[in-house]
């Protein structure tokens, strides 16, 4: 195998890389709503050769590529956007609307990243193929839809992703984040949290605004709640353990001189332990059960889940294979250790559904100097926009490269070393 080789044509593939990516970037699409996209993306796998499956999901893409025999490696980029209003002033910033699940017209953007996953998932594609005679083996190409609903990666394995190829024999996927660009951060076991998200209607008794008396005020009582959510993690989760509780969302009433009849709050749980998982989610719901009793509520609160994360964990024995072949490629001074994230993803889904083991890293997306910079001077958080943020912008070179470079190398490593992890 020729690593070197399959990379040769990359840097001539860059102008049109960057093409895909401000195409991308400038066109995003809600959950489940990536058609444009999908297009897209698979005219280009079918282009370079792939057997392409379509509506995967819903909207996901599945591209194979039979090169003999040999393993099995899926590699996997989410597509989807936010619904976000775009603040950055590039000369390809998204001004695109969107409808979204609760049918509101919103402002769309890709504030995650996913358009460059996708941009470097398609260059990676065609760089393989290409370069197929120095490989032997199958890639599975996904391109999945709905990452941030939560509900992406699963539906693509209810609806047979694993049928036209049979389940790989290991998954390997990756995020930009804002480190500096060209920087690739791997973490064995757990690397990023689990979420469970919650819809919670508090039920009062509406009246006038004026006679609070007679009512049961859901806005006093919303207050409580939120104020008591946040004792679950100061004094109820150990200091040796690690949860976040986030009410992200508070609606109630419609006019100042009203007392409406009820509050909806939307609650955000991360975790990184099943156990915690499990003990944070059960004091959500004594704390709004207790609360809406001491509150006097004329009917017991309704608790909704509308979202759930698996916690995502890297096989061991594959990630210490891969951070190896990435330090030989990139160098020591370019791979590092990552950070447990509180963010949270989907990409574990396949793994646990194939059975395999799964490998997901980090790659920066950010200038090097600003961000050194920032550092320096304790001032990260507020110089650097993250992921979601209106702000978020990866600049172009050298990020597009180094995550095409990233899914050959762990491609071209597991292909070879088909018994790791």
């Not at 050769?49 to 040999?70: F, S």
């Not at 003990?279 to 509520?297: F, H, M, N, S």
């Not at 990866?394 to 050959?408: K, N, Q, Y």
Request: charged share 20%.
């Amino acid at each position: 195998m020729s690593l070197e080789s399959v990379l040769a044509p990359l840097q001539a593939a860059l102008p049109g890389l960057e093409d895909l990516y401000t195409d991308l970037h400038r066109h995003p699409e809600l959950s489940f709503a990536e058609t444009r996209t999908a297009a897209e993306l698979a005219k280009r796998l079918e282009a370079d050769g792939y057997e392409v499956h379509t509506g995967i999901g819903r909207t996901g893409v599945l591209g194979v590529l039979r090169n003999g025999p040999g393993p099995k490696v899926m590699l996997r980029a989410d597509i989807d956007a936010l619904p976000v209003e775009e603040k950055t002033g590039l000369p390809y910033a998204s001004t695109a609307r969107g409808v979204d699940a609760e049918g509101r017209e919103v402002p769309v953007m890709h504030a995650c990243g996913h358009d460059m996953h996708a941009t470097w998932l398609s260059g990676a594609a065609s760089l393989l193929a290409s370069g197929r005679e120095q490989w032997s083996g199958t890639l599975m190409v996904v391109f999945q839809p709905g990452e941030e609903a939560g509900d992406g990666a699963a539906g693509m394995v209810r609806d047979g992703v694993f049928g036209p190829a049979g389940k790989p024999d290991v998954v390997l996927g990756q995020h930009v984040v804002p480190g500096p660009a060209g920087w690739v951060l791997t973490r064995p076991g757990v690397i990023m949290a689990a979420t469970d998200a919650l819809r919670i209607t508090l039920h009062g008794r509406g009246g006038h605004g004026s006679r609070p008396e007679t009512t049961v005020d859901p806005a006093v009582l919303a207050a409580s709640v939120v104020l008591k959510l946040q004792t679950i993690v100061s004094r109820e989760i150990s200091a040796t353990e690690s949860a976040v509780v986030t009410v992200g969302s508070l609606h109630v009433g419609t006019a100042h001189n009203i007392i409406a009849d009820h509050a909806v709050l939307e609650v955000n749980i991360r975790s990184f332990d099943q156990a915690v998982r499990e003990k944070v989610v059960a004091a959500v719901e004594r704390i709004v059960q207790g609360e809406a009793a001491t509150a006097g509520a004329p009917k017991p609160p309704e608790i909704e889940r509308i979202g759930a994360f698996p916690v995502t964990e890297n096989d061991d024995a594959a990630t210490e294979g891969l951070t190896a072949a990435f330090r030989d490629h990139f160098g020591e001074g370019r791979v590092m250790p990552a950070p447990l994230v509180t963010g949270s993803e989907d990409f574990s889904e396949f793994g646990r559904a194939a059975g395999v083991p799964s490998v997901f890293w980090l790659v920066g997306g950010m200038d090097e100097g600003k961000v050194i910079a920032a550092m320096t001077a304790g001032r990260f958080e507020q110089d650097i926009p993250s992921n979601h943020s209106p702000l978020f912008a990866p600049i172009p070179h050298p990020t597009l490269s180094a995550g095409v470079e990233t899914l050959v190398v762990a491609a071209l490593h597991r292909l070879t070393h088909p018994g790791v992890g």
